[in-house]
């Protein structure tokens, strides 16, 4: 079985029946969806809601109904995938663009597990990945000349559409810019100043919000939890 397969397994063992779950996007989410609908059919009863437009499509396939984010509070679990996650569950969510809502859910939410493949670990983030903010269309010049004055060294790249003729558009018609760090400036500091930016409306950095992160490797399945401060 593959690894993302074998994390998605494991947990789905976290939750539990009756319960509002939370799901964001990816592979290893799509294995979950496959999985859930599985023990749906035995008798699990659940309300779904999804930050994702590909996640929440899967789930109608396979018979779920779906709730709007809007009309939930509170989560009892959200599970999701991320690019990256170092030993204190601090996690990289740029690649899908869609941080605003998986952050919302990951706020909501009891238990918030990232689940991935051991590719994903990593003792400190590297620079494969940049951070990415979601920005208002207005204030395309306005941030990065602050994130500018912030960081000298970062290189800040406003996210196309490959797909069609000029920008990407988040799903709340705002804009995307990617944040390429030569060195990783300090986390605990860096999503509140970047954050305090008038115009932004959320980084994909996840700082201080996971509980746990499910993560199979070639020797067995690693459930790293978060320390109690
Ligand atoms: C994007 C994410 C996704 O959750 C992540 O990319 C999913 O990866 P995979 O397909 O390996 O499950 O955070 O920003």
Not at 12 to 35: C, E, M, P, Q, Y
Not at 41 to 51: H, P, R
Not at 109 to 115: C, G, R, S
Not at 156 to 173: C, I, Y
Request: proline content about 3%; glycine content about 6%.
């Amino acid at each position: 079985m593959d690894l993302k397969k074998e994390a998605a397994q494991k947990a789905v063992t976290f939750i539990n029946d009756n319960t509002t779950v939370g799901l964001g996007a990816g592979s290893t989410i799509a294995h979950i969806v496959n999985f859930l609908s599985e023990e749906v059919k035995k008798g699990l009863t659940l309300k779904m809601v999804s930050a994702s437009f590909n996640t929440h499509q899967l789930l109608l396939q396979k018979g779920f109904t779906v709730q709007s984010i809007a009309d939930v509070a509170k989560l009892d679990i959200y599970l999701d995938g991320c690019d990256q996650v170092d030993e204190n569950l601090i996690a990289l969510k740029s690649g899908g663009g869609i941080h605003t809502r998986e952050k919302l859910l990951a706020s909501m939410a009891k238990q918030f597990i990232l689940v991935g493949d051991e590719a994903k670990y990593v003792q400190q983030f590297d620079t494969t990945y940049p951070m990415v903010i979601e920005l208002l269309p207005e204030a395309i010049r306005y941030v990065p000349a602050n994130i500018q004055q912030l960081f000298p060294d970062v290189k800040t790249v406003l996210r196309m559409s490959d797909k069609k003729e000029g920008v990407a558009v988040t799903d709340n018609g705002n804009y995307l810019m990617d944040l390429w760090f030569p060195v990783w400036p300090n986390l605990q500091q860096l999503n509140n100043l970047i954050k305090g930016i008038t115009g932004v409306v959320e980084t994909s950095l996840f700082y201080n919000l996971a509980h746990k992160a499910i993560i199979a490797g070639k020797d067995g399945i690693n459930i790293i939890e978060k320390i109690p401060a």
